[in-house]
């Protein structure tokens, strides 16, 4: 959905900036003996385009901006009044084309650096976070399983809605993040997670807090996944009172993805002395549930990823036999 937004909004700035390129195209052709002052407009579609849409696009839109300035010289030849020589003419259309050209590489090259690096970035927090959420967890192995399952199964229910791969990242971040607030951190315990505690450890590295300001602590870097952690915290989690329910439309749909992951896990773990219910059981439970309020897409979502993985494990065991057979 949000990848469709972003891809709207591309689109809608190549439209304006060749809107705005043909303008100046006009305006190049209408206007008699300050036509070398027109041209210098074209600089600024072709940086715009370099900002926004990368190398490759403002590359194509320099080209278009130089044939159009072409065009029209060539019919009104001699609306330059600086210059009476056809050469030289030339020679000056050459030069601003040139270097319009390699603006638009630099400034293009410069924004795809920028956008890979964000990307870089945000795939090692996520790897962080991850690390250091599994080493947290590890001494709880039933939390550290469901939060491992919550995650995996928010990140495929939001990759089946057709989100960014970004704001996947940032629904797995968020799941995996909620089950740290509970747990009391001491910053021994973080150097060993990332493989770099001292032998002999000073009295003030025994600092403890809790995981709620670890996880406030990465809400600078991890901007797309606190809105939804926040979310799941004024959401009540997995149940909402009644008159609570209608606020939950209004929840992020990453927010509503893991509200209902949660949810299920939690029927699916049954109560205690009842055996755990079925996943059919599960998401007709979680359908009735008029109270909670669950997004139907996203529990329609949820069991066909849950009924594929069950039909493939059953699919992998069924074969193994034979295999070994053979």
């Not at 809605?161 to 089950?179: F, G, N, Q, T, Y």
């Amino acid at each position: 959905m949000s990848q469709e937004k972003e891809q709207k909004t591309e689109r809608f700035i190549e439209i304006s900036l060749i809107v705005i390129t043909i303008s100046l195209g006009c305006l190049f052709y209408m206007m008699t003996g300050y036509k070398m002052v027109v041209l210098n407009l074209f600089y600024l579609p072709v940086v715009l385009a370099g900002f926004f849409l990368g190398r490759y696009r403002a590359g194509v839109l320099a080209v278009l901006c130089v044939t159009t300035a072409a065009i029209i010289t060539a019919v009104d030849l001699m609306g330059f009044a600086a210059f009476t020589s056809p050469l030289i003419i030339g020679l000056a259309i050459g030069v601003w084309a040139a270097v319009l050209g390699l603006t638009s590489i630099l400034v293009g090259t410069l924004s795809d650096e920028r956008g890979q690096t964000i990307v870089e970035l945000h795939e090692a927090y996520v790897g962080v976070v991850e690390v250091l959420s599994r080493y947290l967890q590890s001494a709880n192995p039933r939390l550290k399983a469901r939060s491992d399952r919550v995650a995996e199964l928010s990140q495929r229910v939001a990759v089946e809605m057709k989100l960014s791969p970004k704001e996947a990242d940032d629904i797995r971040v968020a799941a995996l993040l909620h089950d740290m607030e509970n747990i009391e951190i001491t910053a021994r315990v973080i150097r060993k997670a990332m493989g770099s505690i001292e032998e002999e450890p000073s009295e003030t590295q025994q600092a403890t807090f809790h995981g709620t300001d670890l996880v406030h602590s990465l809400g600078a870097v991890l901007t797309g996944a606190m809105p939804l952690l926040v979310n799941q915290a004024e959401s009540g989690h997995a149940a909402m009172s009644a008159e609570d329910a209608p606020n939950a439309a209004h929840l992020p749909v990453g927010a509503k993805i893991i509200r209902t992951v949660r949810a299920y896990e939690q029927v699916r773990e049954g109560t205690l002395g009842q055996p755990a219910p079925s996943p059919q059981a599960a998401f007709e439970e979680l359908r009735r549930d008029s109270n909670a309020n669950h997004d139907p897409s996203i529990v329609g979502v949820l069991e066909r990823i849950v009924v594929g993985l069950d039909r493939r494990s059953t699919a992998s065991a069924n074969k193994t036999p034979e295999l070994e057979l053979v």
